[in-house]
């Protein structure tokens, strides 16, 4: 915990954008949808955070009224691999990036966003698109994986397609295959190679002296 | 006297030397078998290491650069797609790559005029494999260390590449001058044909390297092929005998003139002869100067004649699977095959070739027809329809016509010109002619590799590229048409006088 803290405050310290103290500061939880679901998962809240129950995994964030004019970037200080709902809503100068929004939140199902910020991928990401009213805002619901929906998005050879959050993918290398652009397959026999090769080479060139240069005459 | 220097050419308990002595035109021994053998195998693995470079450079493209741009879906994650190591894009990485193929062209060819120098100073083993041997290091460093550490520097390859041309130039001229110290001018257009299939022979073994380990990741079709080398190099080391005199037979063409002398074998005083022998011959290694090799009867033309011919050849080989691809959008991996049909008709024409230039006695009678008829071919292959079959078919006929002379240019009638009757028996010329000859036909190849691309993009049309070649064969003959007309006026003597004689004698019966 205290871990999470320090490297908090070095991540506020260094993203100017994201101006509240830490990542789940000192002011309760607000939003109502992040509270109800917390308790519905049997989750413990500290502020802002909802965490898996006693762990450090964040289940869910209440991000509502910070003032954001970007999405933090919340990879870089926790795992995001459990975070199921965000809350963005009330932050009017929210605007969206495509790049990086939302990278890496694989079981993100939940998305709770300002008006004027559309769900990253519309319908190709999302399963249910809906308005909110109190506060006013989208919710954008379970996750689409966008791999199965397009084949054209890993069309390098040997990679496959992988969902990493919404409308993000990885093109990993296919198993077998590794190293910079998935172009290697295998492991280079060294030993075998090298014994072959060196012990050939002794055995011609004994061979070859023997018959050859054996009879050269040195003058 | 005489026989103390006969005796002193041999070991007394050695019966395979006393064998070349004999006056018998063909009398090839074990030496010769292993010579041809170790020649062609080396040069063949010099040429594989090109290929594999030509092979691997796709993936090397892939490897220097970051996955061409798509600005929507960006690949990710960046450090398996988007490393910008060299280039942005493949395509930089491409025409890096076609830079690096000219570099190498001109270095090679300055080194050939060099190595061909050094080749006569000093032991033709020596020089061709330490050539290996830094050959292999080259590449190592090249294609292996610079991957493995991670070096991608425009500079390191450069530099290396320069180096490489520079090193693999000492192959050819000294695997020719052993190749013609031991083969004489007796049936040397027939084995020198066979034997100059090694080039060929080297591309294949090279494309089949470059397949086969080019999944382990790039650096080890290179690693492979040094290696190789190397073991090639320790084998020649102590294989090579650069020749006949060094185990104490005497070269073809003077042995037929010698008259062959009972031995004596006289084991004490051998040593004592070889000491009068030492002193007795001018010096067995008397180099010849550069400038006098160019003015050698002959040398100055075939150069210029090679250079235009090579320019073609080469064009032919790095260009017709990409012609061929644009042209009929051909699969790659299809114009990569049928292009090697041209080497095929290559390898069959130097054979043939050499065959009947053997059966004449005289070579450029042989070559000038030759190269003449493929100026018609040039003019039909540039009009072909979109056929595999025919365009197979003439394919392998240009190969003839235009690899064919190429080939016996570059191997047995420069062996010719560095051993002919101008130059004293102690004369080493042979070397440093081959560089001279190779050296300047390399250098319009370089040229070519220069000129096509820039003459493709100015025309925007192929058939201008094959007028510029149909110029070069044209300029080609021009060269050696004095050349020509000499060996026609010897050849129609010959049968005048063959035919008198034989009138002659229908008189004489009579």
Redesign the interface.
């Known amino acids: 915990m205290i871990k999470l803290i320090l490297i908090s405050s070095f991540f506020v310290f260094i993203n100017g954008d994201f101006e509240t103290e830490s990542l789940c500061g000192d002011h309760n939880a607000t939003s109502k949808s992040i509270i109800d679901y917390c308790i519905s998962q049997n989750g413990s809240l500290k502020f802002r955070c909802c965490f898996l129950s006693n762990s450090s995994n964040i289940l869910a964030i209440d991000l509502t009224e910070m003032k954001l004019n970007k999405v933090p970037d919340l990879k870089e200080f926790t795992d995001l691999t459990n975070l199921t709902m965000v809350d963005l809503r009330l932050n009017p100068q929210l605007e969206s990036s495509t790049q990086d929004d939302f990278f890496g939140m694989l079981s993100l199902d939940y998305l709770y966003l300002p008006e004027q910020y559309p769900c990253p991928g519309e319908k190709h990401a999302w399963q249910s698109i809906n308005q909110t009213i109190d506060p006013k805002g989208i919710l954008c619901m379970y996750q689409k994986d966008v791999c199965i929906n397009s084949t054209n998005f890993c069309v390098e050879p040997n990679s496959y397609c992988a969902t990493n959050g919404p409308n993000h993918f990885f093109c990993l290398c296919k198993t077998g295959y590794y190293g910079y652009k998935c172009l290697r397959h295998g492991q280079f026999p060294m030993g075998k190679f090298f014994g072959i090769s060196i012990t050939t080479t002794i055995v011609l060139s004994i061979f070859f002296f023997w018959t050859q240069r054996r009879h050269v005459k040195k003058d | 006297m005489s026989a103390n220097i006969n005796s002193s050419q041999e070991?007394a308990n050695?019966v395979?030397?006393r064998l070349p002595q004999r006056p018998s035109k063909h009398r090839y021994t074990?030496?010769h078998l292993?010579t041809f053998i170790?020649t062609f195998v080396s040069y063949a693995m010099l040429h594989a290491a090109r290929k594999v470079f030509s092979n691997v450079k796709s993936?090397m493209a892939?490897?220097w650069s970051a996955?061409a741009n798509e600005t929507l879906?960006?690949?990710?994650?960046d450090?398996?797609?988007n490393?910008t190591r060299l280039f942005r894009s493949p395509g930089d990485a491409t025409i890096f790559l076609g830079v690096l193929d000219a570099v190498f062209m001109f270095s090679y060819s300055f080194g050939l005029f060099v190595s061909g120098i050094m080749g006569d100073r000093f032991d033709l083993r020596i020089v061709l494999c330490l050539g290996m041997v830094i050959t292999a290091v080259v590449i190592f460093l090249f294609g292996v260390v610079s991957e493995w550490l991670h070096i991608y520097s425009v500079a390191w390859y450069v530099c290396f590449w320069i180096l490489n041309g520079l090193a693999q130039s000492t192959g050819w001229p000294c695997v020719v001058a052993i190749m013609g110290n031991w083969f004489g001018k007796e049936g040397r257009g027939f084995i020198f044909g066979v034997w100059s299939a090694c080039a060929s022979i080297g591309n294949i073994f090279g494309a089949a390297l470059a397949a086969a380990?080019l999944?382990?990741?790039?650096e080890?079709p290179f690693?492979?092929c040094a290696?190789?080398l190397i073991?090639c190099a320790?084998?020649c080391?102590?294989?090579?005998?650069p020749s006949p005199e060094?185990?104490?037979a005497k070269e073809v063409e003077i042995s037929v003139e010698e008259t062959p002398t009972t031995t004596v074998d006289d084991q004490e005083t051998s040593e004592e002869t070889?000491l009068v022998v030492?002193t007795q011959e001018p010096t067995?290694n008397r180099p010849i100067t550069f400038f006098r090799a160019w003015l050698l009867p002959g040398v100055a033309m075939y150069s210029l004649c090679y250079a235009c011919l090579k320019l073609v050849n080469y064009s032919f080989f790095f260009w017709l699977p990409f012609y061929l691809h644009s042209k009929f959008s051909w699969q790659e991996s299809d114009a990569d095959l049928l292009s090697t049909l041209y080497d095929v008709g290559g390898i069959i024409g130097g054979i043939v070739g050499g065959l009947l230039s053997d059966f004449v006695g005289l070579r450029s009678i042989v070559v000038v027809p030759a190269l003449l008829i493929a100026i018609p071919i040039l003019f039909i292959f540039s009009n072909l329809a979109n056929n595999k079959a025919i365009n197979g078919v003439v394919m392998t006929v240009t190969g003839v016509f235009i690899g064919g002379p190429a080939n016996m240019i570059s191997a047995a009638i420069t062996a010719d010109l560095g051993r002919q009757e101008v130059l004293a028996a102690s004369d080493q010329a042979l070397s440093t002619v081959t560089g001279i000859v190779d050296g300047t036909g390399s250098f319009g190849a370089a040229i070519g590799q220069v000129l096509i691309p820039i003459i493709e993009k100015h025309w925007h049309d192929w058939r201008f590229v094959f007028y510029f070649f149909v110029l070069m064969m044209f300029i080609t003959c021009c060269c050696i048409l004095p050349l020509f007309v000499r060996e026609c006026k010897i050849v129609i003597n010959k049968i005048k006088s063959r035919y008198s004689a034989n009138r002659q004698r229908a008189y004489d019966t009579l």
């Open positions: 070991t050695n395979d030397v074990l030496y292993s170790l993936t892939e490897e996955v879906n960006p690949i990710k994650p450090q398996i797609w490393q380990f999944s382990y990741g790039y080890y690693l492979v290696v190789l073991c320790a084998i080391f102590f294989a090579i005998i060094d185990v104490g070889e030492t067995t």
